[in-house]
């Protein structure tokens, strides 16, 4: 052998390293995919199957926005229906249920946004493998998938889908995020009703309860039955209308700090904090900002935002945070103005949920059984004075001058129903000690009653109202009088000195208004991800 030659030959030491570098790669390469198989209990796809770029998990690389496509690909399972009979078609949506017929059929119903449709996956020739059908079977509920398949007509109504009249004859079935196979609540138990869960009890079968705390703790599960996908859908229908309405009405729509020097409310529920060495407050209303607005000549003005109470109140109606939905205005002589105002937006509210949520309510009320919430076109009206007789004529007595307890709001709203046939009202003219320090007192008893007024849903209260104090003398007395240290909101006050308008306003909990007319019994359903004094997460 020559020098050259000898040269060019790998040693028998190189290639050793070669050949362990090479099956090192090898073991590197099955221990990856014995690790992607237990995690999907299936592989990818089968590399020996001639269809298997039909199926399987979609690697991480196509999914980082590798290439556009046309949206316009895709259908929405609600679009779904009878006239799209041999059509090709691709959604995505995820997996709610798994049934496997032998092993050469499988049945998926693949939800989107509350609307779901069933998916056949079924072994034919050239078109669908045995691997396929198993990798259907294969994936955990709660997976979100690709489908792409022809629209086909059922001969009989799939009670198991909301779109009852179709289902997919699946093609190609694709996983974008497969979900963990055990579940912390299952969407089925989460989903089902008190009256489902006794009727199965007294018939021998025991149903899982899902109590309040376990769906909070897992609300991102919680949030994906039917009912809570209503409720926070109207809860959305209910922002745009307040916002729509009062801009149709000429109002502006405003953003005030929620980060302030002082309490806006009065009292000690506030939550105090260290600002840059300064001593602040989270904002219990906006209601000092949206005041001073009105004084800077911006007419009238509306803000959705939050609001932060620091009141110990373990009650099925508070929260720490919650959405206010706030309106101040100016008046041309009377808090009547604001109370036309409160009327009119409310019966168009209402009018509009019922006109254009009913896919919503449905499914809240499958869930949780309520009756329509009775309304009257004019509002009714009552002094406090009157509701307060209602209840003595019943044997209730009121404490002189002193607020309504939970049990005597709901007693009142039991009396006005059965009275006038409405369960919603406005009570007015409160007694003035029981107001914040920025209610206007009455002109005929100024000492004693004031020019507010509270409006009530099914008993509930869900607003607080009235003219406010324009004069800043007198917006310091009251100050003074209801504790608050009158230096904390001397921008506040001083924003009186340059020329006010009258004016007036009122405060809705947007998680109140959704409970109430929805007839839930806490306002934990219709938060989104609540706080109280116990919970901080998630």
Known sequence: MSSSESQVQPSSSELSKKAAKKEAAKQEKLRRKQEYAALSSTAVNDDNDPLGANYGDIPLVELQSKTPVDVNRWSRVEWLETSMEGKNVMIRGRVQTIRPVGKKMVFLVIRENGYTV????????????????????????????????????????????????????????????????????????????????????QEGEQFVRVNQDTRLNFRVLDLRTPANQGIFRIQSQVGNVFRQFLLSEGFIEIHTPKLIAGSSEGGAAVFRLDYKGQPACLAQSPQLHKQMSICGDLGRVFEIGPVFRAEDSYTHRHLCEFTGLDVEMEIKSHYFEVMDIVDRLFVALFDNLNQNCQKELEAVRKQYPFEPLKYLRQTLRLTYEEGV??????????????????????????????????????????????????????????????NSFD?????????????????????????????????????????????????????VGLERVIMLFCGLNNIRKTSLYPRDPLRLAP
């Open 389 to 450: 007789q209602m209840l003595k004529d019943v044997g209730i007595e009121i404490e002189p001058f002193g607020d309504l307890n939970t049990e005597s709001e709901r007693k009142l709203g039991q009396l006005v129903s059965e009275k006038y046939g409405t369960e919603f009202y406005i009570l007015y003219r409160y007694p003035l000690a029981i107001r914040p320090f920025y209610t206007m007192p009455c002109y005929d008893n100024p000492k004693e009653y004031s």
């Open 455 to 507: 409006v009530f849903i099914r008993g509930e209260e869900i607003i607080s109202g009235a003219q406010r104090v324009h004069k800043p003398d007198l917006l310091e007395e009251r100050a003074v009088a209801c504790g608050i240290d009158v230096k904390t909101i001397s921008t506040y006050i001083d924003s009186f000195r340059y020329g006010a308008p009258l004016h007036g306003g009122f405060g």
């Open 118 to 201: 069933q998916c056949l996956v079924q072994s034919q020739p050239d078109l669908v493998s045995i691997q396929m059908v198993k990798f259907a079977a294969s994936l955990s509920r709660e997976s979100i998938v690709d489908v792409e398949g022809n629209v086909s007509l059922p001969d009989a109504p799939i009670k198991a889908a909301t779109q009852q009249q179709v289902e997919v004859q699946v093609r190609k079935l694709y996983c974008v995020s497969r979900a963990v196979p055990n579940l912390p609540i299952n969407i089925e138990d989460a989903a089902r009703s008190e009256v489902e869960i006794e009727k199965a009890l």
